[in-house]
């Protein structure tokens, strides 16, 4: 009757769409959330899982990630009359103790006597930023003279107080000098009465490398990332903290690449250098923005960590952007990680724990895919070359039932840490999905003929055998799908996920033993219907290896063709 075939094929739609895959995804994705929060990285945006599953480029501030971020003052380089004391003295004057700044308070700390400060009031103060690099202060002294002092980036001091000649040449070559040594530098400079800027000498500031900062990056790169390294730094302490690091000593300084201001077309060779480099020098925060769109241009997947106001264009355009400890608000919504504890090895672990969510959502995919064309292509096959019902209404509902609960237990599966970074290869998903499915298909039709024309048992029994065929043959393939090794070697599932397939299966069993809602069935066919499914299973099983061998082939044949087909015709001219 035409309402019976209605019923059915709705039942089949709804039992067949994966209406569930949203919800599994999504608990998938919240599960790692929580597991990364315990990491001390928090998801301020879900879908940044994905992505950072698949990041190839980590660009990494040098100050507070790769670096302890706690300052030592060295021996100041003193210029004209001034005496060590009187530099670190201004040094201190144009800080603000009170905000606690990292360099403010190395530059305090260095004075022998405080007593000299304290004299002195601050009137006005400007405060650092990324753009001008100096702080600036208006001070009275004891005798009630007012004057100006200011610290800040050495080369920006300098062309404030118009060096020229010598005395600009030993600077700089003071500033060269201690950089290679992984010194950062600060420029000194006073002004009396609205005179010009006088040069005063240069402090030296150390911050050590974290100890645990070279393994970890050592880890990223075993994890197929690049590691970049950005600092506002000049180009010799970038090359030496980097070199100390494993980094390599390929740093560019970012203001020979972009220009001052805003954002900029870059043509292809410099878009090359931005790739190939090992870290940016001198870097102001526009300059982190075009890093990031150029790294894109070229089809790499990145994150980038900032922590000011003036990070978040570059946080934003980022794949994952990273707000590290301490960042700003604006920073932080910026942001899709936000760090709660400083270094690099908190991103690493989060990136570790965003491949294996990410297995987790493409095993199931996979699963889902295959289950969804074995049910309707069966059923379907089945109702037009047999003219019968393969499955009653119920046993499709509580297919759908029973399929649900391990499903939902995938979010908990051990599964495989990818070595590179991993993206959506849906020519291998709906390859391997595809095959299995019809595998499955093919499985199931062998079954109904051999009810039906070996073992001669009436259409309700046919209907039970398929009906145990489908639970439990489902549920196994889902070992099948969730490695892309053999199903028996590690990693082995979870014990939430074997818990709620093998509950399953007992009630599926039961179902069919005992009677209930489905035709009955003899235990001992129940026990060969097993052994069929198992066989079955360990043929899906050999099958998935060859197609994903055959797809690895496949890629590395197509990424061997574009690089060859990317090769200049003609070799550049030795220079």
Same mark, same amino acid.
């Given at each position: 009757?035409? &309402? ?36 001390? *990285? ?115 001091? &300098? ?32 002004? @009396? ?39 506002? @730094? ?29 954002? %900029? ?23 982190? +923005? ?32 990273? *707000? ?101 290869? &849906? ?17 199931? +039709? ?32 889902? +070992? ?31 179902? %069919? ?10 235990? @001992? ?15 899906? @099983? ?18 061997? +063709? ?5 090769q200049p015709l003609h070799p550049r001219p030795m220079r």
């Amino acid at each position: 009757p035409v &309402m019976d075939l209605l019923e059915f094929v709705l039942i089949l739609v709804v039992a067949s769409i994966p209406v569930a895959m949203p919800a599994v995804l999504s608990v998938t994705m919240a599960l790692g959330a929580l597991s990364l929060s315990k990491m001390k *990285a928090i998801v301020s945006r879900l879908q940044a899982i994905e992505e950072m599953a698949g990041i190839d480029v980590l660009c990494s501030d040098k100050t507070g990630t790769l670096t302890l971020n706690q300052l030592t003052l060295g021996d100041p380089v003193i210029f004209g009359d001034a005496t060590a004391e009187t530099v670190i003295l201004m040094g201190s004057l144009a800080s603000k103790e009170e905000d606690r700044d990292a360099i403010d308070q190395a530059v305090i700390e260095g004075l022998k006597d405080r007593s000299a400060m304290e004299a002195c009031t601050q009137t006005n103060f400007v405060p650092f930023d990324p753009v001008h690099k100096r702080t600036e202060a208006t001070i009275k002294d004891g005798q009630g003279k007012t004057f100006k002092v200011t610290k800040g980036a050495p080369q920006i001091i &300098m062309e404030l107080c118009h060096l020229e000649g010598d005395i600009k040449a030993k600077s700089q070559q003071t500033v060269d000098d201690l950089a290679a040594k992984g010194y950062r530098t600060l420029g000194v400079a006073r002004a @009396d009465n609205g005179d010009a800027w006088q040069f005063l000498g240069i402090l030296p500031l150390y911050d050590p490398p974290r100890k645990d900062a070279a393994e970890t990056i050592a880890e990223a790169q075993a994890h197929g990332i690049k590691v970049k390294m950005i600092t506002g @730094d000049n180009v010799a302490i970038g090359r030496e903290i980097a070199g100390q690091l494993g980094l390599g000593t390929n740093i560019q300084p970012a203001t020979a690449i972009f220009p001052k201001e805003g954002e %900029c077309e870059l043509a292809g060779t410099l878009i090359e250098k931005i790739e190939k480099a090992d870290g940016f020098a001198e870097v102001y925060p526009e300059h982190k +923005f075009n890093i990031v769109k150029a790294l894109q241009n070229r089809g790499h997947l990145v994150a980038m960590t900032g922590d000011g106001v003036n990070d978040a264009p570059a946080l934003k355009q980022a794949e994952v952007g990273i *707000a590290v400890s301490g960042a700003t608000n604006a920073a932080q919504s910026a942001a899709a990680l936000v760090l709660t504890e400083p270094g690099l090895k908190v991103i690493t672990h989060a990136v570790e724990e965003a491949r294996r969510i990410f297995a987790r959502m493409m095993s199931y995919t996979v699963y889902r895919i295959s289950m969804t064309i074995s049910i309707m292509v069966f059923v379907v096959a089945a109702m037009l070359c047999y003219n019968v019902f393969p499955l009653t209404a119920m046993m499709i509902i509580i297919l759908a039932l029973l399929d649900d609960i391990p499903i939902m237990t995938i979010a908990y599966d051990n599964t495989y840490l990818s070595p590179t970074p991993v993206r959506w290869e &849906m020519n291998r998903v709906l390859t391997v999905s595809t095959v299995l499915g019809f595998l499955a298909t093919i499985e199931s +039709f062998m079954l109904f003929f051999l009810g039906r024309n070996v073992l001669h048992l009436a259409l309700p029994q046919v209907q039970t055998l398929l009906f145990l065929r489908l639970a439990a043959g489902g549920h196994l393939l889902l +070992f099948v799908t969730r490695t892309r090794s053999e199903f028996w070697q590690p990693p082995y599932p979870s014990w939430q996920l074997l818990t709620a397939i093998v509950c399953t299966q007992i009630v599926a069993v039961l179902m %069919c033993g005992f009677g209930w809602l489905v035709p009955i069935l003899p235990w @001992d066919l129940i026990g060969y219907v097993w052994i069929y499914i198992i066989l079955w299973m360990i043929i899906q @099983d050999f099958i998935k290896l060859g197609l994903h061998n055959m797809v690895e082939h496949r890629t590395r044949s197509k990424r061997l +063709f574009l690089e060859i087909a990317n090769q200049p015709l003609h070799p550049r001219p030795m220079r």
